[in-house]
């Protein structure tokens, strides 16, 4: 996993990075092993480094106590120039304790900016694995690449996505968009085929999670996985979370798998998996009452804004549901009535944090506005005919037929009247995505149009593949949407019971029923890497062959650029 040779892609212009100095004292950096103020430990689940800026740098570990029963556990931490730790630069203890799940985290400041750095845990005796990290550069930057993820199911398969990401050396950051735990118990959604291989949950984890303990074990088990270990230790992450951090489909005040008259009051819920989030992630802990806002910005030089957003806990409202609008007897639509719901004043973001959003956007002046965020923020579309199918089964083929109805109505041949309406009368198929918040949306462009500029979008959540183009209601390009496959998740082919061929035939008919749609892909779990530069954003989805083995191959990629 290291490599001294390892080149970071990121390309700081030299004058600007050797300008850097470090102004404080290099004090105590001899090596710290065995020494007597350190406790014997175990690092049990490798080493993870997050938050970077251009001055600092967020470590972490976790500290397993061996042979004692101290209440406080103490540690030391190094951080060096070079891998063998022969230039250390920085180096301290820090303690942990059962209050925290022995999780340690460090936050070295006064660091270079735009600087590799290796660094590595110390216990009486043993070290941790050595971990790779990265500070923000200022200035001066020429290109920067993002590795991007979301959605991994631990019992679905190994995370093979990770681990090819944390063998590319050119990668410079990791982006987690969310689902990087799932909350279900053995058996539940993902679980196929988890005793064929060999992924099954323990015996005292292997329920729905719901307690503070529950999480953390959760944490433990997903960490556990080569592949994880190996993309923590080798980039540094900038992390957000999506509902399954908590549980399926969350919003402000509730969520579509908590029930509270069994799984308790669902605050206290929250409140126990965000803490266990805050322990396990290389993320700096929150400050007081604002541990419910992750929502955050990361300047990476002049050259791009990276907004991290929450569209899930800090502001959003309930998801509206088809069925709340569906007569359950007659299965009459209440079409007004849904009409008048999604017209009116929902909220994805919050006002808060939409303001936020805004003011960051009008105020950046680097070249890009990337968003990090969780769901596909695109118009997504389908006849609304489809989305009323019972059968599941039946929907690609509606899908395919759709397709070949729009094609001939371009080709000027000529269709029915019926099949007219059947083609133009369209409904958002996931109405917990932005869909499902039209109006904020649309709020949303007019704004980013107003300024003049563009967005690009990150989306996870949906674990399959998207390019889309974001446009006003009335038509006007305001930004692109990059959407990343899942690292395990199983994705629309197994919802809709596809197999690959299916899967692709409907993948290439989709960007004819959605109009925004640019490309899909229905059926691989991979990751994207999101390469910045000056003059474009090329955006790489890249997708592995299995992910029920260890042994795996990059089975294919595709490319996408934007120019602004
Ligand atoms: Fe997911």
Redesign the pocket.
């Known amino acids: 996993m290291l490599d001294i040779n390892r080149r970071h892609f990121l390309k700081v212009v030299a004058s600007a990075g050797a300008a850097v100095t470090v102004s404080t004292a290099l004090g105590g950096c001899t090596s710290l092993m065995r020494a007597d103020n350190v406790d014997t430990v175990n690092f049990t689940h490798g080493v993870a480094s997050g938050d970077p800026t251009t001055n600092a740098i967020l470590l972490w570990t976790r500290a397993e106590p061996k042979n004692n029963t101290k209440p406080v556990i103490t540690v030391g931490w190094e951080v060096a120039r070079d891998p063998s730790f022969s230039d250390i630069i920085r180096s301290g203890t820090a303690t942990t304790s059962a209050r925290r799940d022995y999780t340690v985290k460090v936050d070295v400041q006064q660091l270079p900016a735009g600087m590799p750095l290796y660094y590595r845990f110390v216990g009486h005796d043993q070290y941790s694995p050595v971990g790779e990290g990265l500070t923000l550069p200022k200035q001066g930057v020429e290109a920067i690449r993002l590795g991007v993820f979301?959605?991994a199911n631990y019992p679905a398969g190994f995370f093979n996505p990770y681990h090819h990401a944390s063998q590319d050396d050119t990668i410079d950051f990791v982006v987690h968009l969310g689902?990087y735990i799932y909350e279900y118990g053995a058996g539940g959604y993902g679980y196929d085929d988890a005793e064929r291989i060999g992924r099954t949950f323990p015996d005292n984890n292997n329920k729905e999670i719901i307690s503070l303990e529950d999480y953390r074990r959760r944490y433990a088990l997903y960490r556990t996985d080569g592949g994880l270990q190996a993309l923590h230790a080798a980039k540094p992450f900038i992390v957000v979370w999506?509902d399954?951090e908590i549980t399926n489909d969350t919003y402000k005040d509730g969520a579509q798998n908590h029930q509270p008259k069994t799984e308790g009051d669902f605050y206290q819920r929250r409140a126990a998996a965000i803490q266990a989030y805050y322990e396990w992630m290389p993320i700096r802990p929150p400050q007081g009452d604002a541990s419910l806002q992750i929502y955050r910005s990361f300047e990476l030089g002049d050259l791009a804004n990276l907004i991290m957003l929450d569209t899930r806990i800090i502001g959003r409202d309930k998801q509206l549901a088809y069925a709340d609008f569906t007569d359950a007897s007659t299965g009459d639509f209440d079409s007004q009535g849904f009409q008048a719901a999604m017209q009116s004043e929902r909220t994805i973001l919050g006002k808060k944090q939409l303001q936020w959003l805004v003011d960051q956007l009008s105020q950046s002046e680097a070249r890009w506005q990337i968003l990090g965020q969780q769901l596909l923020m695109a118009r997504m579309n389908f006849p609304a005919a489809i989305i009323g199918a019972k059968d599941r089964s039946s929907i690609a083929d509606k899908l395919l037929n759709a397709a070949r109805l729009k094609q001939a109505r371009v080709n000027g041949q000529k269709i029915s009247e019926q099949q007219q309406r059947y083609i133009d009368t369209v409904s958002p198929y996931n109405l917990d995505a932005w869909d499902g918040y039209a109006m904020e949306r649309e709020v949303l462009f007019q704004q980013v149009k107003q300024m003049g500029k563009k967005i690009v979008v990150l989306a996870?959540?949906t674990?399959n593949a998207w390019h889309n183009h974001l446009t006003t209601r009335t038509g006007e390009l305001v930004g692109v949407e990059f959407g990343t496959s899942?690292v395990s998740?199983p994705g629309m082919e197994t919802y809709l019971g596809l197999d690959d061929a299916t899967a692709r035939k409907l993948a290439t008919a989709l960007p004819t029923v959605i109009n925004d749609l640019q490309y899909s892909n229905l059926h691989e779990r991979g990751y994207m890497v999101t390469h910045i530069s000056k003059d474009a954003i090329d955006n790489e989805w890249r997708f592995v062959d299995t992910i029920k083995s260890k042994d795996y191959q990059l089975s294919g990629t595709h490319r996408a650029q934007f120019r602004g």
């Open positions: 979301s959605c689902d999506d399954h996870g959540d674990h899942s998740s």
